[in-house]
Nanobody, 124 residues
Framework: VQLQASGGGLVQPGGSLRLSCAAS????????IGWFRQAPGKEREFVAG????????SFADVVKGRFAISRDIAKNTVYLQMNSLKPDDTAVYYCAGGTVIQSSRAIASAYAFWGQGTEVTVSS
């Protein structure tokens, strides 16, 4: 199984980016997908998560109302739409997959496999 994250880049404060997490070797219906991020000198933190069937989502308080998570089954891809970006959103973003129950969605160790990161820089 493999996850490939992409879509990062440089964006001005207030701007938007959409990150993609393309899955290969498995169908998205088999696993929950989470997005995490790690800023320089900081711990990895949960950003958003989507349930195995795509029916429920979770968000960190710091991104609620600004970020959205969705998936395209036909493309076997999960998206993280990031709006109203702030400099504090600057980080390397990672997607992860696993058999994760809702109460554990924000816990990095609950995920079995990870994609490589994609870097997001929010700066003027």
């Amino acid at each position: 199984v493999q996850l490939q994250a992409s879509g990062g880049g440089l964006v001005q404060p207030g701007g938007s980016l959409r990150l993609s997490c393309a899955a290969s070797g498995f169908n998205l219906d088999y696993y929950a997908i989470g997005w995490f991020r790690q800023a320089p000198g900081k711990e990895r933190e949960f950003v958003a998560g989507l349930s195995q069937n795509g029916g429920t989502s979770s968000f960190a308080d710091v991104v609620k109302g600004r970020f959205a998570i969705s998936r395209d089954i036909a493309k076997n891809t999960v998206y993280l739409q990031m709006n109203s970006l702030k400099p504090d959103d600057t980080a390397v973003y990672y997607c992860a997959g696993g058999t994760v129950i809702q109460s554990s969605r924000a816990i990095a160790s609950a995920y079995a496999f990870w994609g490589q990161g994609t870097e997001v820089t929010v700066s003027s």
